[in-house]
Nanobody, 122 residues
Framework: QVQLVESGGGLVQAGGSLRLSCAAS????????MGWYRQVGGKQREMVAD???????NYADSVKGRFTISRDNVKNTVYLQMNSLKREDTAVYYC????????????????WGQGTQVTVSS
């Protein structure tokens, strides 16, 4: 069983920055891929960014050039640095972990975090 503990959400003005963190405990084989999804209201969760243990990263087009994902494999922690935030980035951000990228993109997660609210004001 993998547990994910998130931190770092909050309220920020448009153009500002926030950094999210997600610490994983449990089997490293369940955290081959770690990343972030976000959800607005009752809409479907959308992928934001993810990173493999190898360091390979993937980003949604909407955040490319503004968000940077990184991970510390020793600490089994993933980070999301969010710069140049826009109002449309407002959402609940969920950390997620999976055994493979195919599992990750199809929602077959080892675990989900509890979610952290990010609110960007104008």
């Amino acid at each position: 069983q993998v547990q994910l503990v998130e931190s770092g959400g909050g309220l920020v003005q448009a153009g500002g920055s926030l950094r999210l963190s997600c610490a994983a405990s449990g089997s490293i084989f369940s955290t081959i891929v770690m990343g972030w999804y976000r959800q607005v209201g009752g809409k479907q969760r959308e992928m934001v960014a993810d990173i493999l243990r190898s360091g390979v990263t993937n980003y949604a087009d909407s955040v490319k050039g503004r968000f940077t994902i990184s991970r510390d494999n020793v600490k089994n922690t993933v980070y999301l640095q969010m710069n140049s935030l826009k109002r449309e980035d407002t959402a609940v951000y969920y950390c997620a972990a999976a055994r493979s990228r195919s599992d990750y993109v199809t929602g077959k997660m080892s675990s989900w975090g509890q979610g952290t609210q990010v609110t960007v004001s104008s």
